[in-house]
């Protein structure tokens, strides 16, 4: 298990730790005349009790891949993370307190992944922290399980939450929480932060759950009724936290919102708004802090500063790596690699194999089921893949002959994530914020804007988050509207950052999923379909082209008209192609599995693809207005603008006129 719990400092310092937060947090949000003053006031002293006494962190070494993770799901109260961040050690100078909320400052509104060191993830939509959480525990289990060796336990670490009443109402909880219950992450430790107040005020009128019931019965360990502003207690309650190995723990703190505030303290004034200079005075006087804004005395500095602390403790894991490395020199290189995010070092080479396989067997299959093969294949390589599926493993066909369900102990690579689709893509994203690991989710197209929120913070996070969504259009037939996708591809092409594949047969789907993985800066949604698509015959170059998003996949000299299509639309552009040679017109056929891709190459391909001046026409089962702006005001787009209807595929295609004739027509 983890080192034991660092020496306490003296209460008096203590007090000191907590009033730094507050001043920190109230002088900052004055000077930014914005942001959340109440909740890192109203944490402070929690948040000395973790990071003060418990968390095992090097602030000198952000990425140090046994450091605990904290998650401050609760996002506003960003100051709180800001002011732990710098105080500790980490590369984050009171200028940029200073600059809280201002453009381009290391402290934005809410905690940004990726821009000041030591924030995790991106936080701010109440409830996501709490999955990402999860996701980060699941990491550390799955890591566990399969590098640790008796004696040798190099991945061991906890993962701890902040989280407040919006966290714990939004369903997303829920999600995640109960997925976390069943699967016993016991070295989860979530805070709540039971002040009794959110947004509209007293949270009487609409939030009375008996929280530490909720989580009982999700089979949390609950240490309930903490002061969350004795330090004593919260520790006494992070060591029985820490203490049930089997269970993930919410420790439910009573917390007063603005602690220290004479007149805003437990009001929802001071939830969301800079308390006034009058106030800030009063809060001064009345907790003792006679510093001037944005003075830490060097005492208080020092009773924070966690680096050397962090530099023992990580010196210490490097030993027990180093140890290990002797032992298993193998496992020991491949930690390594899984750690850095890095594919194997013969990763092209295989890519390529893989790909010229599946070009082989030209299968005419299901693109759902050309991605079982895909995911077949790769996680025979890449022992890094942890897929999973909101219940619908057979329908997306994730479950690969190598899958192992993670349970309530051990490890596994494959999550069972219940009927949870928000809470599956943000523990997706928690899995690849961990690192080590490279997650993929699954779930019907059309139920992917029930996930859809995460899907943007994987964007804005730009991590390496997979999600596989089947049943990409009316093709999927008898289900009818409520299960076809009409506006999805196109409102998921609209996320900045998403690249969306929407591949054609099993050598785009192969080419895509290899796209999905090579792409260390960015999620990927792959849109698959239920039925059968034709296997298109194409060359080589076309075959390296796929890449590049978009792609002449059937040309003629002197093409008179482009016809661009996705997914299975790609055949019916290919059979009125040459429908329209036999009257003798020229038609180009441009397969655009990710416009987003295709997008991002130079002019110079993208006007060879699509040269200008030549008249198109785009073919997707969607909306049409996302294809305007490659085919102009001029241009035609064969597409679906209405929600589709219950019937079989076939019938459904004609009805809405995906056909051979009418695309010539
Ligand atoms: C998904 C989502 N909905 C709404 C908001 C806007 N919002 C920010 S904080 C908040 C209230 C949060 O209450 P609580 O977690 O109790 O925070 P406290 O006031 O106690 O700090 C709301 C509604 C949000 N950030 N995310
Ligand atoms: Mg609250």
Known sequence: MSAPAEAVAPAAAERDMANAIRALAMDAVQAANSGHPGMPMGMAEIAVALWGRHLRHNPSNPGWANRDRFVLSNGHGSMLLYALLHLTGYDLPLAELRRFRQLHSKTPGHPEYGCAPGVETTTGPLGQGLAN???????????????????????DHHTYAFAGDGCLMEGISHEACSLAGTLGLGKLIVFYDDNGISIDGHVEGWFTDDTPQRFAAYGWHVVPGVDGHDVAAVDAAIRAAKAVADRP????????????????????DAHGAPLGAEEVAATRAAIGWNHPPFEIPASVYAAWDARARGARAEGAWNETLAAYAAQHPQLAAEFRRRAAGELPADWAAQARALLDEVVAKGETIA????????????????????????????SNLTLWSGARALGRSGGGNYLHYGVREFGMAGIVNGLALHGGVIPFGATFLVFSDYARNALRISALMKVRAIQVFTHDSIGLGEDGPTHQP??????????????????CDTVETTAAWIAAIERRDGPTSLLLSRQNIAFQPRDRAAIDAIRRGGYVLADATAPQAVIIATGSEVPLAVGARAKLAEAGIAVRVVSMPSTNVFDRQDAAYRA????????????????????????????????IDRFGESAPGPELFKFFGFTVDNVVG
């Not at 723990?249 to 009001?267: D, E, Q, W, Y």
């Open 133 to 155: 959480a999860v996701g980060m525990a699941i990491a550390e289990r799955v890591l566990a399980a399969e590098f640790n060796r008796p004696g040798c336990e190099i991945v």
């Open 249 to 268: 723990s919410l420790v439910c703190c009573k917390t007063i919102i603005a602690r220290g505030a004479p007149h805003k303290a437990n009001t929802h």
């Open 367 to 394: 693109t759902r089921k050309a991605s079982l093969n895909a995911i077949e294949a790769l996680a025979r390589r890449l022992p890094e893949l942890v897929g999973g599926s909101a219940d619908l493993a057979g």
């Open 486 to 503: 009409v506006e999805h591809a196109a409102a998921l092409r609209l996320i900045p950052g998403m690249d969306v594949w929407r591949p």
């Open 608 to 639: 060879a693809v699509l040269p200008p001046g030549v008249p198109r026409v785009a073919v997707e089962a969607g909306v049409t207005d996302y294809w305007r702006k490659y085919v102009g005001l001029e241009g035609e787009v064969i597409g």
